[in-house]
C-alpha cells in the first residue's frame, strides 16, 4: 500500500522551520527564483525519457497579462508539471507574438501624443519604436508570468519576429510559393480605414447595428408612377426603371450593373438592355444571375463589384469592371459633388440628391443590420477590391479536417468538432498581406521588366536599378500558425525538433479554433511531411466575471491577476482559476472566490504544521494493517482512491473535477475528519500513535504531491519541511498501490454518521459548537466502542456524572446518544421558538395542500408554478417532521 516517495526521507521534524502563518508575499517569490536558478523547468533533448511537450499561446506584446492568461497558464503549468513529476522529460516553451497590427496600433497612439506619425518618423525609425515597446511590455509579461509560478523553460524563450522564426517563415512562405499555394490576386477584402490595412474575415467583428435601407429608383423615370399604380411598383413588366434596395447608397457610384434572377418573368424584357444609373452619366446592363433572390425586396439588386465580395462574384461571371469609388481611408474619388466626402458622409448627400430627383422610393431608418468592425480598433470595415497576397487554402485546409476525423489529432470537449469542421471544410482563401511596416515583410522583389522573384532565407535578394521589394508585411496568424515547429528549430532539423514535436497537447480558448489552431494545423501538415502539430487540442472558455458578463478594459469588472497575487497569494488565484476550467466552458470568477482559496491554502499550511508538531513522519515503511486504526486504514484507503480519481480527471482535462476532488479529500476527510480521529490516538501514545504519526505523514506527502501541479508554492515549502526532500517540483507523481479497505471504510462511515447526526442536533437546539453536555453512549451491538472516546471529543460530550438524568436520546447507526440538555438550555424559551416554527410549516402546509387540492387551480397554473408549490409543500412535510422530533427530544420545561 506504499505510495512511491523519493529515496531518502529524512525526519519531518520541522514545524519549527514554518512561521505559524502563511505569507505568501514571503515564500512565492523566493521559491520561483530557486526554483529557476536550480534548472527544473529546463527541458533536456538527449534525454531518454519520454517526452511531453506544450508550447504557450504566445501572449501579444501589446500590453500586461489578463486574467485570461493567468486561466491558461495555470492550466498548461499543471500539466506540465504532472507530467515532469511522473517522469516524462517535460517542455513547455515559452514566447510571445509581435501581433502585428495591435502593437503597431498602440505605438501610433503613443506617437500621437506627441503630435507625431509613423510616416513623421518613417518605416526604419517607426519599426525601432516598435521594438523598444516590445523589450518594454514584454519584460513585464515575463515578471508576470513568474509571479504566477509559470514553470517555463526560460532558455528556450522565443519571439515570432526573433531570427530563428523569421527564417523559418521565409521559408515557408517560399515552399507555398514555389508549391503554388501562395498567389497574388485582385480580391475584395475588408479594409479598415483607420489601420489603413487588409484584415481577414476572422480579424472582423460582426454587431448588429442601426442603419438605413433605401431603396433608389434606377433607370428612367418618366411614367414610374403610371406604371407603379397600374402593376404594384416600379419594374414590372413594360416598365423601363427598376428598384433596388441598399444599406450603403455611396456605393451606387460605383455601380456597373444591376442583376435579376434569369427566372423572374418581371424582367425578361430588360435582361440584356441597359438603364441609366442615376446621379452619373453612365448606362450599366441588367444582367442574369442566379445568385439573386427573386423573393427578396423587389428581386433586383445593384451590383458594385469593387465594394462588396457577391457583386464582385457576379462581376467576374459577367465580365463587369470593377470601378473603387473610395480610396485608402474611405473617401469618395468621383469627380463630382461627392469627391473627397467621407463615406457615411457621402452616404446621407447622395440620398439627398437622389430624392431631389424623386428616385427615392422608400426608406426605414433605424434598420438593424449585421455591420463588419476591424477587432483591434472597433472602425467599420468596408469592403475594398484590392491587389493582395493569398494562401489557396483547399488542399491545406482538407488535410487539417482529415487529421481531426481519422484521429491523429483529438479535439476535447468532442463536442467541440463540429465547429472546427463548420470552419476548415468551409474555409475561403487567406488574404496574408498587410500594408503595415510592423512584421514580417513580404520575400518578394519586383524588377523593373515586371520580374517577379520570391527569396528563401538562403538566396541573395535582387539588386540593381528598379528592384523593390514589396512592402507589405504578413499577417501576424501567418507566423504564429509556425509556432508549434519554429520555436524547435524548424528548417532547421534540430535535435529540440527531433525530441519534442509533436507537442502533446495545445490548450486555448474556443474563440481562437479559426484564428490560431486551424493554421497550425495547417501549416504543422505541411512543413513537417503530415506529422499534425499537437496531439490533443483541449479547449477552455473564456474568463467572465462572478455575474457571467465578459471581462473588458472598457468595463468596471476587469482585474489585473497581480492584483488578486498580490491580496492573496498566486496559489490561490491558481486554485480558483483550475475550480472553474470545465472543458470548453466559460470560467466566472469573483474575488470572494480567490478569498476562498486564500483560505483553503491557509488550512493546508496550518493543518500540516498542526501534523508536523505532533510528530508526522514519512520515515520508515507504512505499519501493516493489523498495527493502524480504522481510521488510518480508512484514509489509507481514501488517499488510494483519490490518486485513481484525480490521475482519471486530469488525462480528460477536467479541471474543476480534480480541483474539487483535492478541496474535499483535503479539508473534509484529511482536516476534519482524520485529524480529528487521530487526536486521541496520538495523546494515547504508543505503537498505536507511532503508526497514526507514519499514515499521518504518508497522506500529507502524498496529498501535497497531488496539489502541487495547481498550487505549487504552498504544497513545495509545506512538503520540503515534511519530507527534508529537495522540493516537490521534482517528487515522483504518487501512484494508485490498489490498496482499499470497505471495511475501515464502512466503519468509519458509521462513526461519521453518528457525529454528523447528534451535530445537528446540538445545532437545531442552539447549542454552541464548543458547549459540553454530559451524555451516555450506548454502543452495544457496533462496531463504534473503539470509537467512543474520539466521538465524544467531537461532539464535545463530557462522561456522565452522578445523578446523570438524560433529558433526550438519539438512536443513529444501531448506537444511542442519551444527552442531559438541563442548564445547557432554556427549554422555555426553545419550546416557544419551536412551536413558532412548527405552526408557520404547518401554515405553509396547508396553503400548498390547497392549491394541489384544487381541480381549477391546477388546470390554469403553468406546470412550473406547480412544481415550485410541489416543491415548498415536500419542505413544509420535512420541517414539520423534524420540528416535531426536536419538541419530542426536549425535557418537559
Known amino acids: 500500500m506504499t505510495n512511491q516517495r523519493p529515496a531518502d526521507h529524512p525526519s519531518g521534524d520541522n514545524a519549527a522551520t514554518l512561521p505559524t502563518t502563511y505569507a505568501p508575499g514571503e515564500v512565492e517569490g523566493e521559491l520561483y527564483e530557486r526554483w529557476v536558478a536550480r534548472g527544473y523547468f529546463e527541458a533536456d533533448a538527449k534525454s531518454d525519457k519520454p517526452p511531453y511537450t506544450i508550447v504557450i499561446p504566445p501572449p501579444n506584446v501589446t500590453g500586461a497579462l489578463h486574467l485570461g492568461h493567468a486561466f491558461q497558464h495555470t492550466l498548461m503549468d499543471a500539466l506540465t508539471r504532472r507530467k515532469r513529476m511522473q517522469g516524462y522529460e517535460a517542455l513547455w516553451l515559452p514566447g510571445m507574438d509581435h501581433a502585428g497590427i495591435a502593437t503597431q496600433n498602440k505605438v501610433?497612439?503613443?506617437?500621437?501624443?506627441?503630435?507625431?506619425?509613423?510616416?513623421?518618423?518613417?518605416?526604419?525609425?517607426?519599426?525601432?519604436?516598435?521594438?523598444?515597446?516590445?523589450?518594454?511590455?514584454?519584460?513585464?509579461?515575463?515578471?508576470?508570468?513568474?509571479?504566477?509560478?509559470?514553470?517555463?523553460?526560460?532558455?528556450?524563450?522565443?519571439?515570432?519576429?526573433?531570427?530563428?522564426?523569421?527564417?523559418?517563415?521565409?521559408?515557408?512562405?517560399?515552399k507555398?510559393?514555389?508549391?503554388?499555394?501562395?498567389?497574388?490576386?485582385?480580391?475584395?477584402?475588408?479594409?479598415?480605414?483607420?489601420?489603413?490595412?487588409?484584415?481577414?474575415d476572422i480579424e472582423v467583428e460582426h454587431e448588429d447595428s442601426p442603419g438605413e435601407l433605401v431603396s433608389i429608383r434606377y433607370g428612367d423615370i418618366e411614367g414610374a408612377e403610371r406604371s407603379d399604380s397600374e402593376e404594384g411598383g416600379g419594374g414590372r413588366r413594360g416598365g423601363d426603371s427598376i428598384v433596388v434596395a441598399t444599406t450603403r447608397a455611396e456605393t451606387m457610384l460605383g455601380d456597373t450593373a444591376v442583376a435579376v434572377h434569369p427566372d423572374d418573368e418581371r424582367y425578361q424584357h430588360l435582361i440584356g438592355r441597359t438603364i441609366k444609373l442615376p446621379l452619373t452619366d453612365r448606362e450599366i446592363p441588367v444582367v442574369a444571375d442566379t445568385h439573386v433572390d427573386p423573393e427578396f425586396g423587389t428581386g433586383a439588386v445593384k451590383v458594385t463589384p469593387a465594394h462588396d465580395p457577391n457583386d464582385f462574384a457576379i462581376g467576374q461571371r459577367h465580365d463587369l469592371p470593377s470601378l473603387t469609388v473610395m480610396d485608402e481611408h474611405?473617401?469618395?474619388?468621383?469627380?463630382?459633388?461627392?469627391?473627397?466626402?467621407?463615406?457615411?458622409?457621402?452616404?446621407?448627400?447622395?440620398?439627398?440628391?437622389?430624392?431631389?430627383?424623386?428616385?427615392?422610393?422608400?426608406?426605414?431608418?433605424?434598420?438593424?443590420?449585421?455591420?463588419?468592425?476591424?477587432?483591434?480598433?472597433?472602425?467599420?470595415?468596408?469592403?475594398?477590391?484590392?491587389?493582395?497576397?493569398?494562401?489557396?487554402?483547399?488542399?491545406?485546409?482538407q488535410a487539417a479536417g482529415d487529421a481531426v476525423r481519422d484521429g491523429r489529432v483529438q479535439i476535447h470537449p468532442k463536442e467541440l468538432e463540429r465547429r472546427y469542421f463548420d470552419w476548415v471544410d468551409n474555409m475561403y482563401d487567406w488574404c496574408i498581406s498587410r500594408q503595415l511596416w510592423w512584421g514580417h515583410r513580404i520575400p518578394v522583389f519586383y524588377g523593373p521588366?515586371?520580374?517577379?522573384?520570391?527569396?528563401?532565407?538562403?538566396?541573395?535578394?535582387?539588386?540593381?536599378?528598379?528592384?523593390?521589394?514589396?512592402?507589405?508585411?504578413?499577417?501576424?496568424?501567418?507566423?504564429?500558425?509556425?509556432?508549434?515547429?519554429?520555436?524547435?528549430?524548424?528548417?532547421?532539423?534540430t535535435p529540440d525538433l527531433e525530441k519534442f514535436y509533436a507537442t502533446d497537447v495545445l490548450l486555448t480558448g474556443h474563440d481562437i479554433i479559426f484564428f490560431w489552431v486551424a493554421r497550425m494545423m495547417m501549416f504543422g501538415l505541411y512543413a513537417m511531411d503530415g506529422k499534425a502539430p499537437f496531439h490533443t487540442v483541449a479547449l477552455t472558455g473564456l474568463v467572465r466575471d462572478e455575474f457571467g458578463k465578459k471581462m473588458s478594459k472598457s468595463n468596471p469588472n476587469a482585474v489585473d491577476p497581480l492584483d488578486w497575487m498580490d491580496a492573496y497569494g498566486a496559489d490561490a488565484v491558481r486554485f480558483t482559476l483550475a475550480s472553474g476550467a470545465n472543458p470548453g466552458a466559460d470560467v466566472p470568477i469573483g474575488e470572494d472566490w480567490v478569498k476562498g482559496s486564500r483560505n483553503f491554502c491557509n488550512k493546508i499550511w496550518n493543518a500540516t504544521r498542526f501534523a508536523l508538531m505532533n510528530g508526522a513522519t514519512v520515515e520508515?515503511?507504512?505499519?501493516?494493517?493489523?498495527?493502524?486504526?480504522?481510521?488510518?486504514?480508512?484514509?489509507?484507503?481514501?488517499?488510494?482512491?483519490?490518486?485513481?480519481?484525480?490521475?482519471?480527471?486530469?488525462?480528460?482535462?477536467?479541471?474543476a473535477k480534480l480541483s474539487d476532488a483535492l478541496f474535499h479529500f483535503a479539508w473534509d476527510e484529511v482536516f476534519d475528519w482524520y485529524l480529528e480521529?487521530?487526536?486521541?490516538?496520538?495523546?494515547?501514545?504508543?505503537?498505536?500513535?507511532?503508526?497514526?504519526?507514519?499514515?499521518?505523514?504518508?497522506?500529507?506527502?502524498?496529498?501535497?504531491?497531488?496539489?502541487?501541479?495547481?498550487?505549487?508554492?504552498?504544497?513545495?515549502?509545506?512538503?520540503?519541511?515534511?519530507?527534508?526532500?529537495?522540493?516537490?517540483?521534482?517528487?515522483?507523481?504518487?501512484?494508485?498501490?490498489?490498496?482499499?479497505?470497505?471495511?475501515?471504510?464502512?466503519?468509519?462511515?458509521?462513526?461519521?454518521?453518528?457525529?454528523?447526526?447528534?451535530?445537528?442536533?446540538?445545532?437545531?437546539?442552539?447549542l454552541k459548537p464548543g458547549q459540553k453536555v454530559p451524555a451516555a453512549l450506548d454502543l452495544t451491538g457496533t462496531r463504534l466502542a473503539a470509537h467512543e472516546e474520539a466521538i465524544r471529543s467531537l461532539l464535545r460530550l463530557t462522561e456522565p456524572a452522578e445523578g446523570f438524568a438524560p433529558t433526550a436520546s438519539l438512536a443513529v447507526a444501531g448506537a444511542t446518544v442519551s444527552l442531559d440538555l438541563s442548564g445547557t438550555i432554556d427549554v422555555a424559551a426553545e419550546r416557544k421558538r419551536l412551536a413558532k416554527d412548527l405552526a408557520?410549516?404547518?401554515?405553509?402546509?396547508?396553503?400548498?395542500?390547497?392549491?394541489?387540492?384544487?381541480?381549477?387551480?391546477?388546470?390554469?397554473?403553468?406546470?412550473?408554478?406547480?412544481?415550485?408549490?410541489?416543491?415548498?409543500?415536500?419542505?413544509?412535510?420535512?420541517?414539520?417532521?423534524?420540528?416535531?422530533?426536536?419538541?419530542?427530544?426536549?425535557?418537559?420545561?
Not at 193 to 200: E, F, I, K, M, Q
Not at 362 to 378: D, I, L, N, Q, T
Not at 449 to 465: H, K, L, Q, R
Not at 622 to 631: G, I, Q, S, V
Open 108 to 174: 501610433e497612439q503613443q506617437l500621437a501624443e506627441s503630435g507625431l506619425s509613423r510616416h513623421d518618423l518613417g518605416r526604419e525609425a517607426f519599426v525601432e519604436k516598435v521594438w523598444e515597446w516590445k523589450e518594454n511590455y514584454g519584460g513585464k509579461i515575463l515578471g508576470q508570468m513568474r509571479r504566477l509560478g509559470d514553470g517555463v523553460d526560460w532558455s528556450r524563450e522565443r519571439f515570432t519576429m526573433d531570427e530563428g522564426l523569421s527564417k523559418a517563415v521565409q521559408t515557408i512562405f517560399k
Open 176 to 200: 507555398l510559393f514555389d508549391d503554388g499555394l501562395i498567389y497574388r490576386a485582385e480580391r475584395i477584402i475588408n479594409w479598415c480605414p483607420r489601420c489603413l490595412t487588409a484584415l481577414s
Open 330 to 397: 474611405g473617401a469618395i474619388t468621383v469627380h463630382g459633388p461627392f469627391l473627397g466626402l467621407d463615406r457615411l458622409e457621402a452616404r446621407s448627400a447622395v440620398v439627398g440628391a437622389l430624392r431631389e430627383q424623386g428616385r427615392i422610393v422608400a426608406e426605414k431608418r433605424p434598420y438593424m443590420h449585421a455591420v463588419g468592425h476591424c477587432s483591434r480598433c472597433h472602425t467599420v470595415v468596408e469592403p475594398r477590391l484590392s491587389l493582395q497576397w493569398w494562401v489557396k487554402v483547399e488542399p491545406l485546409a
Open 449 to 493: 521588366n515586371g520580374e517577379v522573384v520570391c527569396v528563401g532565407p538562403d538566396d541573395a535578394a535582387p539588386t540593381g536599378e528598379g528592384w523593390t521589394q514589396d512592402p507589405d508585411v504578413l499577417d501576424t496568424w501567418f507566423s504564429s500558425g509556425l509556432w508549434p515547429f519554429s520555436t524547435l528549430g524548424w528548417p532547421e532539423q
Open 620 to 655: 520508515g515503511p507504512l505499519p501493516a494493517p493489523e498495527e493502524m486504526t480504522a481510521a488510518d486504514r480508512w484514509i489509507l484507503s481514501r488517499l488510494n482512491e483519490t490518486v485513481a480519481q484525480v490521475d482519471a480527471l486530469y488525462d480528460d482535462y477536467q479541471f
Open 677 to 766: 480521529l487521530s487526536k486521541t490516538t496520538l495523546a494515547k501514545g504508543g505503537p498505536q500513535a507511532d503508526a497514526a504519526r507514519r499514515v499521518l505523514g504518508e497522506v500529507l506527502d502524498v496529498m501535497l504531491r497531488l496539489l502541487h501541479p495547481v498550487v505549487p508554492f504552498v504544497t513545495d515549502a509545506l512538503w520540503t519541511a515534511l519530507t527534508g526532500a529537495e522540493s516537490v517540483v521534482v517528487a515522483a507523481w504518487p501512484k494508485d498501490s490498489g490498496y482499499r479497505d470497505q471495511e475501515a471504510s464502512a466503519e468509519i462511515a458509521t462513526v461519521q454518521q453518528v457525529v454528523t447526526e447528534v451535530r445537528r442536533f446540538r445545532s437545531d437546539q442552539g
Open 840 to 893: 408557520a410549516a404547518q401554515k405553509e402546509l396547508a396553503q400548498t395542500s390547497g392549491k394541489l387540492g384544487n381541480e381549477g387551480f391546477l388546470a390554469k397554473a403553468p406546470e412550473d408554478v406547480v412544481v415550485k408549490i410541489r416543491a415548498r409543500q415536500t419542505a413544509a412535510e420535512v420541517d414539520i417532521t423534524r420540528i416535531t422530533a426536536q419538541l419530542a427530544a426536549l425535557p418537559e420545561a
